[in-house]
């Protein structure tokens, strides 16, 4: 690849400077910068995925993605896989034809994961947003952007799970690079810090539900799902928070996805507080757990409000004014799995752009002649126009900082089983004017 010139370097890095405000304004992952490579190198460190990354995330992204973010620790029941880099061009060819052998060992004990290819091996380049607010948002001076990169991650025979009764530690895991001639490359041992239930909450990362909101923004991104009791107790004791359908769902979807976690509420559930108690055991039932003998400890007055409670479909995209709130919902499911499901329900809003061009002449209208809004149901296409808008508004900031997503966004540019007209709003994400930061989506309180 031809190495662009200095002042065009400089020239885009001032650009990129000016614009860090409103990075939204721009499609995430999109660098004006190249760079050479030289040869293929593979780089010795050894690399921690979250298993559902690889199972789940990867198969249904594009080749090049963004590096995922590395776990801090594990806790029991958690699953993980073992990855390395490579750098230079010919990369990805060199990591494919390689073939992969890791060993853990934790407490004294060791477990061999024998040779094999790498299930998947992906392009990597950065997350310009989150580039730039790490070095330019915090006065940090760089000299180049860091070269794009090719990530294997092992195949399914080297898929490791903390064993349930694993204690607070550290494991270690060394690995060896079967190269296609012959060669074997040792990688650098890596440590792995495994921590308790326990010791893992005795230190939560929120003092606040608005702390704690953020939080929920990124479990995908570093799953901890042994903080999910600590925030439920504190949602709990919120009215807000317990009563909202997105809340709800985002535990819901995350104690189905972590069942270490959920066996560890329903253990603890008939020691706390009522409202923990109520509120644990509805969304353990809608996780699909078995909460019988949690429903029977439960006094005669929680037992009935249990026994009327729903919960709302959130891929229902029926159009009515309920819509915008099983959008939430969706997204919450984003946040607690990191799945492109939900993402692909909220796209399909984006097709609905007539609706939302019939909103706004209706609007005019009604400011022409004074007409005061109406206070029946809403019209099934004032419901679209709302979810449209809703839809491009929230994909779009969401987007500027959150990689999975970016990544999503453009497999679903990319994918054949997208509509023509959603992969158009999809392109004009960050330009359309219906989908503006600034001000909140159509259909909005």
């Given at each position: 690849m031809r190495q662009r010139s200095s002042l065009h370097k400089l020239?885009?890095?001032?650009?990129w400077a000016l614009l860090l405000p409103g990075l939204m304004l721009l499609a995430p992952g999109k660098t004006c910068l190249a760079q050479t490579a030289?040869?293929?190198?593979?780089?010795?460190?050894?690399?921690?995925?979250?298993?559902?990354?690889?199972?789940?995330?990867?198969?249904v992204m594009l080749d090049t993605v963004h590096p995922p973010k590395e776990l801090k620790y594990i806790v029991p029941g958690q699953c993980v896989r073992f990855a390395a880099f490579a750098s230079g061009n010919g990369g990805r060819e060199l990591l494919e034809k390689s073939r992969y052998a890791f060993e853990l060992s934790l407490a004294g004990n060791a477990q061999s994961f024998?040779?094999?290819?790498?299930?998947?091996?992906?392009?990597?380049?950065?997350?310009?947003?989150?580039f730039l607010a790490n070095t330019l948002g915090r006065n940090r001076i760089f000299h180049e952007i860091p070269p794009d990169k090719a990530l294997a991650a092992s195949g399914p025979k080297a898929r490791w799970c903390v064993p349930l009764d694993a204690q607070d530690g550290t494991a270690s895991v060394q690995g060896t690079f079967f190269l296609s001639d012959g060669q074997t490359v040792a990688l650098k041992r890596r440590k792995l810090e495994i921590k308790?239930?326990?010791?893992?909450?005795?230190?939560?990362?929120?003092?606040?539900?608005?702390?704690?909101?953020?939080?929920?923004?990124?479990?995908?991104?570093?799953?901890?799902?042994?903080l999910l009791l600590p925030a439920l107790r504190l949602a709990a004791q919120n009215a807000e928070a317990r009563n909202g359908t997105n809340m709800t769902e985002f535990f819901v979807a995350a104690f189905k996805a972590y069942p270490a976690a959920a066996e560890e509420l329903k253990r603890r559930?008939?020691?706390?507080?009522?409202?923990?108690?109520?509120?644990?055991?509805?969304?353990?039932?809608?996780?699909?757990y078995d909460v019988a003998s949690l429903r029977d400890g439960l006094p005669q007055e929680d037992k009935n409000a249990l026994a009327v409670a729903t919960l709302p479909d959130p891929f229902d995209m029926t159009p009515n004014e309920q819509i915008g709130a099983r959008q939430d919902m969706l997204w919450a499911i984003f946040f607690a799995t990191g799945r492109m499901e939900p993402v692909r329900a909220i796209s399909?809003?984006?097709?609905?752009?007539?609706?939302?061009?019939?909103?706004?002449?209706?609007?005019?209208?009604?400011?022409?002649?004074?007409?005061?809004?109406?206070?029946?149901?809403?019209?099934?296409y004032a419901a679209r126009a709302a979810a449209y808008g809703a839809a491009g508004w929230s994909m779009g900031s969401l987007a500027s900082s959150d990689a999975l997503l970016s990544d999503y966004i453009e497999a679903l540019k990319a994918g054949?089983?997208?509509?023509?007209?959603?992969?158009k709003e999809l392109e004009n994400l960050y330009k359309n004017p219906a989908f503006r930061m600034d001000q909140p989506p159509v259909g909005s309180k």
């Open positions: 020239f885009c890095l001032r650009v030289g040869p293929p190198q593979l780089l010795p460190d050894i690399v921690i995925l979250p298993e559902q990354l690889v199972a789940e995330q990867w198969p024998p040779a094999e290819p790498a299930q998947m091996v992906k392009l990597t380049t950065i997350f310009m947003p989150e308790t239930f326990e010791g893992a909450r005795k230190k939560t990362p929120w003092k606040n539900v608005e702390q704690m909101a953020q939080w929920i923004q990124h479990f995908h991104e570093a799953p901890e799902p042994a559930l008939p020691a706390e507080d009522r409202w923990t108690r109520m509120i644990g055991t509805a969304m353990l039932n809608w996780a699909g399909t809003a984006l097709a609905w752009s007539e609706d939302y061009a019939k909103l706004m002449e209706r609007g005019r209208q009604m400011r022409a002649s004074g007409e005061k809004p109406g206070s029946g149901e809403w019209p099934a054949p089983e997208t509509p023509a007209a959603v992969k």
